[in-house]
C-alpha cells in the first residue's frame, strides 16, 4: 500500500525558515517524481514544485510564489522527499501536502501538514 | 499561468447526474490529455478520481467519468450519492512557465 507522511510543520515567524518531510513506502521511491501542493484557509490547491526522479536528472520545477525561497530535494535511501522553506511569509500559511506524480497525475497524497506563519 | 475555470457550486438531488466543467486554454486544458479530476472532503487529503480526461484508478466508482472537448475539460457523476458531497479539483499539465495547474474547485451539494 502506497503511503506518504508528511512531517515538520508547526508555527513559524515570517521571514524564518522551516522544513518539511515527506516519508514514502510502498512503493520504490526513487523511481517516481514527487510533488508539494499547498491549500491556504478555506482557498483552494496551489501548485508548489516538483522533483524528478534521478532517472531524469532529478531536476526541480517550482511555481512562480516560491522561486528562489523554496527548495526540494529527495534521499532515494531513505524514501524521503524535502520542501526547504526559507523567507517565509504569511501568505505561505496553508496545509502542505507531499504527492506522487505519475505522468500528467498527482496518483497518491499524504495527509498534509499545517504551516502557520505568524508572529 | 492563470488556475483553470469551474463553477463554484454544483447541486443536484440523489440519483441525478451533475457535471462540472474545467476550463483552459490550448496551453493547458486544450493541448494534452493530462486532465485530471480530484475529490476533497472537508479536512481531509484529495483523492485522484480521474486521470488522462476518462480514465478512473482501480477503486474510484463508474458513476465518476470525464471528457474534453476543445479547452474545456468535465466530471460528470452519475447517481448522485450523499457521499459525494465534496469539493472538486481539475488539473492539467501546461506547457506555460509551470508545468501543472489546478481549477478554482466546485463544491458538489448533494440536496
Known amino acids: 500500500e502506497v503511503q506518504l507522511v508528511e512531517s515538520g510543520g508547526g508555527l513559524v515567524q515570517p521571514g524564518r525558515s522551516l522544513r518539511l518531510s515527506c516519508t514514502a513506502s510502498?512503493?520504490?521511491?526513487?523511481?517516481?517524481?514527487m510533488s508539494w501542493v499547498r491549500q491556504a484557509p478555506g482557498k483552494g490547491l496551489e501548485w508548489v514544485g516538483f522533483?524528478?526522479?534521478?532517472?531524469?536528472?532529478?531536476?526541480?520545477e517550482y511555481a512562480a510564489s516560491v522561486k528562489g525561497r523554496f527548495t526540494i530535494s529527495r534521499d532515494d535511501s531513505k524514501s524521503i522527499a524535502y520542501l526547504q522553506m526559507n523567507s517565509l511569509k504569511t501568505e505561505d500559511t496553508a496545509v502542505y501536502y507531499c504527492?506522487?506524480?505519475?505522468?500528467?497525475?498527482?496518483?497518491?497524497w499524504g495527509q498534509g501538514t499545517l504551516v502557520t506563519v505568524s508572529s | 499561468q492563470s488556475a483553470l475555470t469551474q463553477p463554484a457550486s454544483v447541486s443536484g438531488s440523489p440519483g441525478q447526474s451533475i457535471t462540472i466543467s474545467c476550463t483552459g486554454t490550448s496551453s493547458d486544458v486544450g493541448g494534452y490529455n493530462y486532465v485530471s479530476w480530484y475529490q476533497q472532503h472537508p479536512g481531509k487529503a484529495p483523492k485522484l478520481m480521474i486521470y488522462d480526461v476518462s480514465n478512473r484508478p482501480s477503486g474510484v466508482s463508474n458513476r465518476f467519468s470525464g471528457s474534453k472537448s476543445g479547452n474545456t475539460a468535465s466530471l460528470t457523476i452519475s447517481g448522485l450519492q450523499a457521499e459525494d458531497e465534496a469539493d472538486y479539483y481539475c488539473s492539467s499539465y501546461t506547457s506555460s512557465s509551470i508545468p501543472y495547474v489546478f481549477g478554482t474547485g466546485t463544491k458538489v451539494t448533494v440536496l
Open positions: 510502498g512503493f520504490t521511491f526513487g523511481d517516481y517524481a
Open positions: 522533483i524528478r526522479s534521478k532517472a531524469y536528472g532529478g531536476t526541480t
Open positions: 504527492t506522487r506524480i505519475r505522468v500528467g497525475r498527482f496518483d497518491y
